[in-house]
């Protein structure tokens, strides 16, 4: 049945949804006469969707349109009581999904926390929290129904609206949830639980001051109680204003140096109550006077400069040596903006880096800063995406997918290490990269942009040189330090005197027991995980390999298990080959696993750790590396790409990089540039105070011409050497790239589609130049087959709108056809 014909009054609304599935285009759901008065654009309501599926909406518009040709369904219930996304993120998400080729949807299902997602998977729990009173007057009979059926179990909605007996229980749930009786979560997720806090005062009778005056006289005896109320009293000053007893002081720190059983006993006695109050999980103190922003002579002269420029354009390119003290100039930079009334965002790549950044942030900033980042509970991040709605938050340290966060103020956007491919999201989509986001969130806010890094990527450094970006250089390193010596220890000549020790260099042994002999610290990189990325048969050759995908198994020797990077299959190491029986499996190649390995056999005595996925796979898990090794506790790290990344160790006197070849060769028109980032920023972890520091390099071909630039430290003369390359093969800067996947299950229909879309391409596209198809490095993953096409658009012919439009279509006609209904094409805007 249709709404043509039907009549409605002026009182019936109708709203425009997202909703979080990949199809591209807004749902038109009708807006209950109940909820005109309550309904906004940017708040959340929850649907049917299909026969079964409930989900969570988001209103991107109101209007009194009635959809021609089906009957819109009624929203279920609204959420918020104001507006979870503003005009700006809706204008941005749109942004978003026209350019990086997706929907709204997959936006939305990107941007949104999970905990500000409902599904018919959401499930309902009692509220830890809630203090249940039969007589309450407060609660229906169905609520008090599921009040009892919640003290036993966790149930799902469908489980829920099934006990009741009744479909719908939206309302039912919120107005529970409004009760703080129970509380809704998702059900792959852990059960939320509030952050709480146990604390101690002093019970009514107490606050009295004449009954605790005869309170001591009863305790007189008793020192270690009367120990325990001293303390308390000295905390918590009731007798100059007994309200403070209210509030009452930590357990934690009334039992610091105190008798827990003294504590317990006052509690028995009815002198002291417990209870439990809910604290915020981001407990910064205020911000502390005794920390200034101390600059250098030359930080100044950069941060003026910075400051400078922004007043002539948007964006400036901080080029700073490793270790040049950029995060006192981005401290300065936020500072000034926070005074100003706006809000800012400190972007870095990675997750490793937020532990010592929030430290020195936060004696900084206080209270005004969030986190956010992956690592982070589904609850901790909607506490940040709702501290910045209601203000609390001016200012967030956070990862690639902050840049959704609903700013309403945003005056600074600094992008720290802003050469870093883990910018770049790969899957699912959107496919986005967050510095060149930061870029148009900045024009959308009216917005400033700083980009920090210590080897600028091509295409930064070259807008730089063309004016576009202006550039600010910090040559020098903070303090007395020096940049380290390179030197290189030649794989080839080694193994040829057999003068290595498993994939240790004599050169670099010598170095490491120098190191440890004086008391200094060592990282080593090494950019593969695992301990060994091949498994094989020494008599008939047989390797491993994953069911999945096109790949060998990387064996993983502490869980004794072979494991794909791709898709997650893992398999036991075999006592012997499946194909011949011999008993001689050799492990083949090196990872961080087996480095740790060896390490702990060439020295015995020093505290060995590792970083890596594996490793780190909590919050706390980069944490606790971390801090053991800033506090020394650790002398040896090894690691992956994470230990290159803005970390600032005073006692590291010597780096480590092995397999430097592999990453240079790899097949990739950025292997080179990304080859020598990495090089360079792991160097820069040693000699960070006033001992020169010592990098040592292992490779095969020591006079390869990137190691020349590594050398000398000449991050300019290196990127104007890359650029004339990419020049030479028109790669970007001087291109734009769509990289398109074809991917089926079936081998034989995966290169007939990708073969005939890309003449379809050549036929109906002009002027773009198309690479392809051909099968990937890793032509197989998770059961599908791989193709890929690549496109090279010129950056001035103004026609990249036109083309994403004829690649859709064409996209949308091919899928069409009854072969290839069950293929997917993925298109990859500006691949990393």
Request: proline letters at 4%.
């Amino acid at each position: 049945m249709t709404q043509e014909g039907l009549e409605f009054d002026s009182h019936t609304y109708f709203a425009e949804l997202i909703l979080p599935v990949p199809i591209p285009k807004l749902f038109t759901y009708r807006v209950p006469a109940a909820l005109n008065e309550l309904v906004k654009i940017g708040q959340r309501v929850i649907v049917q969707f299909g026969q079964k599926k409930i989900l969570t909406g988001i209103i991107s518009d109101l209007h009194q349109k009635p959809p021609v040709t089906y009957e819109a369904k009624y929203i279920l219930e609204i959420i918020d009581e104001n507006e979870v996304i503003g005009d700006r993120q809706f204008k941005l998400y749109q942004w978003m999904a026209d350019y990086y080729m997706c929907t709204l949807g997959e936006v939305i299902n990107a941007a949104l926390p999970s905990g500000l997602k409902l599904s018919s998977e959401s499930m309902v729990q009692l509220n830890p929290s809630f203090n249940w009173n039969e007589t309450s007057f407060d609660f229906s009979e169905k609520e008090r129904m599921l009040i009892n059926r919640l003290k036993h179990d966790t149930l799902t909605y469908t489980e829920v609206a099934k006990f009741l007996g009744t479909k719908n229980i939206y309302s039912l749930l919120k107005s529970m949830v409004s009760k703080e009786a129970i509380i809704l979560f998702e059900k792959v997720k852990e059960k939320f639980k509030p952050k709480t806090e146990k604390r101690i005062r002093l019970t009514k009778k107490y606050t009295d001051k004449k009954e605790l005056e005869g309170l001591f006289e009863v305790i007189s005896s008793k020192p270690k109680q009367e120990a325990v109320l001293l303390k308390y009293l000295q905390s918590v000053p009731v007798f100059k204003d007994p309200s403070l007893n209210d509030n009452g002081q930590s357990k934690s720190q009334l039992s610091e140096g105190e008798s827990n059983s003294s504590i317990n006993t006052l509690i028995k006695n009815n002198i002291f109550e417990e209870f439990e109050t809910i604290i915020p999980r981001f407990g910064f103190d205020d911000p502390s006077a005794s920390h200034p922003i101390l600059l250098s002579e030359q930080q100044e002269e950069a941060r003026n400069s910075i400051l400078s420029h922004l007043e002539e354009t948007d964006v400036v390119l901080l080029h700073g040596v490793t270790g040049s003290g950029k995060t006192e100039i981005y401290i300065d930079l936020i500072r000034r903006a926070l005074d100003g009334g706006n809000q800012a965002l400190l972007l870095i790549p990675e997750i490793a880096l937020t532990t010592q950044i929030v430290q020195r942030l936060k004696k900084i900033f206080g209270a005004e800063m969030g986190v956010y980042h992956s690592k982070f509970s589904d609850n901790e991040r909607v506490e940040v995406w709702n501290g910045i709605l209601s203000g609390k938050f001016q200012v967030v340290v956070g990862v690639r997918s902050s840049v959704f966060l609903p700013f309403d103020n945003l005056g600074l956007i600094i992008v720290d290490e802003e050469h870093d491919s883990s910018y770049k999201q790969h899957d699912p989509a959107p496919r986005y990269q967050a510095r060149d986001l930061a870029l148009v969130m900045a024009h959308q806010h009216h917005a400033k942009v700083v980009l920090g890094s210590a080897t600028p990527s091509a295409e930064s450094f070259f807008h730089a040189l063309q004016g576009k970006f202006k550039l600010v250089s910090l040559n020098e390193r903070f303090g007395a330090s020096n940049l380290p010596e390179v030197i290189y220890a030649d794989m080839a000549i080694e193994r040829q005197r057999k003068s290595n020790k498993g994939e240790f260099s004599s050169t670099l042994i010598k170095a490491i027991g120098e190191a440890l002999k004086n008391k200094e610290q060592v990282i080593l990189f090494q950019n593969r995980r695992g301990y060994a990325p091949m498994v094989q048969c020494e008599d008939c050759n047989w390797i491993p390999k994953c069911i999945n995908c096109s790949v060998s198994l990387t064996y993983h020797q502490y869980r004794h298990e072979m494991i794909c990077h791709y898709c997650g299959y893992k398999e036991s190491l075999p006592p012997e080959c499946p194909t011949c029986t011999s008993k001689r499996i050799l492990t083949k190649g090196y990872g961080t696993e087996k480095l740790e390995e060896e390490l702990n056999l060439l020295f015995t005595e020093a505290k060995v750790q590792r970083m890596d996925w594996d490793t780190t796979r909590t919050k706390s898990g980069y944490e606790s590396i971390i801090e053991s090794f800033q506090d020394g506790e650790t002398d040896i790290l090894v690691g992956t790409q994470m230990v290159t990344k803005g970390l600032d160790f005073d006692r590291v006197s010597l780096v480590g990089v092995f397999d430097a070849d592999r990453m240079m060769h790899f097949p990739d028109f950025r292997a080179h540039e990304r080859a020598f980032q990495l090089i360079i920023q792991v160097s820069g972890r040693s000699g960070r105070r006033e001992k020169k520091g010592n990098v040592i390099i292992q490779t095969a071909d020591p006079k390869q011409a990137l190691f020349r630039f590594v050398t000398q430290h000449d991050i300019p003369g290196y990127i104007e050497t890359e650029l004339q390359d990419r020049e030479a093969h028109f790669y970007p800067p001087y291109s734009r790239l769509i990289e398109i996947t074809v991917k089926h299950t079936d081998r034989f229909k995966c290169k007939n589609l990708a073969t005939q879309l890309t003449q379809e391409i050549r036929n109906e596209i002009k002027g773009p130049k198309i690479l392809g198809p051909g099968e990937p490095l890793v032509s197989k993953i998770r059961n599908e087959f791989l193709m890929t096409i690549l496109i090279k658009i010129p950056r001035d012919g103004g026609k990249l709108k036109e083309i994403k439009n004829q690649l859709s279509h064409l996209s949308d006609q091919f899928l069409s056809i009854k072969e290839y209904r069950s293929a997917r094409i993925v298109f990859n805007v500006d691949p990393a």
